[in-house]
């Protein structure tokens, strides 16, 4: 069955240090993957998003990914990290021809000043 | 921000009562989705609807029914609630399936008692 693992419930980072979230899938085709971030008490905003082409994605808000078939990977990226990037973040893989989303568990980042 | 509503925001109601929940959508966006968030699981799929009168069941669907009898609204009904479905409910949009995101609602809490 599809699936998505985020390995970390939780991640601590200091202010301006570089941040990556693991996500692995399993999925039979070629997935179609997401990063999407939630702050307190709101909804789902995307970050990027993964069909074809370059294995590196640029998003909003500074982040990137890199889509690794070879280890079932895409592990969202950002070089320097501010405090107001604190928040849960899921991964997400599109499954079927309905583009139904399966969610990872997520990783809540907390930024220390 | 895509033209997402859900309501109520808060709910609280006794174990046996039927709820409503209601999404709205002003972007004429084909496929709408019910997720509910809880700790630990992400989101997981409820429902989804690719039309009018065209429903299909997710992951989690036992206890919930949907209706979509407009492009723009697309309702989930917890027959008889239970406190397993104390959750947070999210609402998403999307124009086509391959190769577009969905956009997210602001979610609706319900707590049963």
């Known amino acids: 069955a599809q699936s998505v693992t985020q390995p970390d419930i939780h991640i601590t980072v200091s202010e301006g240090a570089s941040l990556e979230l693991r996500c692995n899938y399993s999925y039979g085709a070629t997935p179609y993957l997401f990063w999407y971030v939630q702050s307190p008490g709101q909804g789902l905003q995307l970050l990027l998003k993964y069909f074809s082409g370059d294995t590196l994605v640029q998003g909003i808000k500074g982040f990137e990914a890199e889509f690794k078939r070879s280890q079932s990977s895409f592990n969202l990226r950002k070089p320097s990290v501010h405090w107001s990037d604190a928040a849960e973040y899921f991964c997400?893989?599109?499954?079927?021809?309905?583009?139904?989303?399966?969610f990872g568990a997520g990783t809540r980042l907390a930024v220390h000043p | 921000d895509a033209g997402i509503t859900q309501s109520p925001r808060h709910k609280v109601t006794e174990t046996g009562t039927p709820v409503t929940l209601r999404c709205h959508q002003t972007e004429n966006h084909r496929y709408m989705y019910w997720y509910r968030q809880d700790p630990g699981h992400g989101l997981r799929l409820i429902h989804y609807?690719?039309?009018?009168?065209?429903?299909d069941k997710g992951e989690v669907s036992d206890g919930y029914s949907v209706s979509r009898s407009k492009t723009e609204d697309f309702l989930l009904t917890l027959e008889s609630a239970t406190s397993s479905q104390t959750s947070v409910y999210f609402c998403?949009?999307?124009?086509?399936?391959?190769?577009?995101?969905?956009?997210f609602g602001p979610g609706t809490r319900l707590t049963v008692t």
């Open positions: 997400a893989v599109a499954d079927g021809g309905y583009n139904k989303l399966i």
């Open positions: 609807s690719y039309g009018v009168k065209d429903t």
């Open positions: 998403a949009i999307s124009a086509g399936t391959v190769g577009y995101e969905q956009y």
